[in-house]
């Protein structure tokens, strides 16, 4: 069961990072929410920018301990697929959260 779980954490971090981010913009352009901090950044923005970098941590902290020695798995086989979904789910967050802080955020 462990295995399974090592094969599925990241591609299922990024599949709940994905869904939290894009619905916080959907809340953020529904509400209207607006303002700034401190008169230089605004608000949409900056929680849109915290969204997306903590997703990147998270799933480079899953890459970081899918590839330690106490998180990894003793099969070679696991530990390789484990360690190649942990880079595929970090890619992933990289590219398809990308948007949320390189575009507008209400069109």
Known sequence: MKDIIRILIAPLVWLASFSAVYGLHGLICGH???????????????LLVAAYALSIVVQVGLVWALHSARFGSPSPFVRFVSRATAWVGLVSAVWALLPTVTTTYCL
């Open 32 to 46: 209207g929410i607006d303002g700034t901090v401190f008169g230089v950044i605004a608000v949409p923005r900056l």
